[in-house]
């Protein structure tokens, strides 16, 4: 397959015992207690059925993943068809891998896709990002940066109590026990340990906030925009981000700095009511503005 991210590795042939004969479907596979050694390749009566081409290992440990590639033999024309693709995935037990489950792929073009994909999550993948995409109810982009801003990794995050989690900013009760439930539960703890294996498992881009140090004119203070200000929102975030701040959804007492544009509506009032300090855009920009000239 041209054009893949990595080149096919060739391969031991491994054969398959008859459970029962005249059984197609009774076959039972030679266990291996070595990646190299797991293929798709198997004989009957000394013809090979399945004709293994080549294989890449896209994840490897106590779970394997392996997109093979492979030919099929076809008695009708007595001759092999044309290059198929499938994923597979093994776990390790007693010391050998047995098959988990399987994906067929339509096309050399899907396959090199997939693997270009696990490439670009294994190098590009930010922490928030993957916070972000494991659906944790009440977890979106936002607070995922706000969590990627205070754990390292998912190792200190899944960690953390139901304590720490309340004394992070944008989190409340309800936020917490979502985030504590994910956790514990055995079928995402199976889920993460795949993902590990597979080297899906990005840290922060710098310390956690409880270990920086002096850092922008921003730094520590969580801040909310609301209203319509003159660049972009996210342009906002990024520059308070960018000056040390922690971006919130919402109003509440730890709320430090809410900036205000055009026509802010209630999050104004509520932050009024709560004595939270009120920017306008101009002072928000000289604010960072005075940092960057000292």
Known sequence: ??????????????????????????????????????????????????????KIVLSKGAWTTILFRYQEWKPQTSSYGPDKYVIRRYKKMGGEYRQQSKFTISSADQARKIVDAFDDARHNATLARFISALGIRHVGEQ???????????????????????????????????????????????????????????????????????????????????TGTLSMARGKAKQLAEAAGAVVLGSVSKKLDILVVGENPGSKLEKAQSLGITVFDEAAFLDLLADRTDA
């Open 143 to 225: 607070t995922a940066r706000m969590l990627a801003a205070h754990f390292y990794d998912m190792d200190a995050l899944a960690a953390a109590d139901t304590q720490r989690l309340l004394e992070l900013p944008d989190v409340g009760p309800e936020v917490a026990s979502s985030i504590r439930s994910f956790f514990e539960s055995p079928a995402n703890q199976h889920m993460l340990a795949g993902l590990r294996e597979a080297g899906l498992w990005p840290v922060a881009a710098t310390e956690p906030a409880e270990a920086a140090g002096e850092g922008g004119p921003l730094q520590g203070k969580n801040i909310l925009f």
């Open 1 to 54: 397959m041209r054009g893949m991210a990595r080149s096919w590795r060739p391969v031991q042939t491994l054969y398959f015992n008859r459970a029962r004969p005249g059984c197609a479907f009774a076959r039972k596979a030679v266990l291996s207690e070595s990646i190299d050694d797991l293929t798709v390749e198997y004989e009957e009566n000394g013809q090979i059925i399945l004709k293994e081409l080549g």
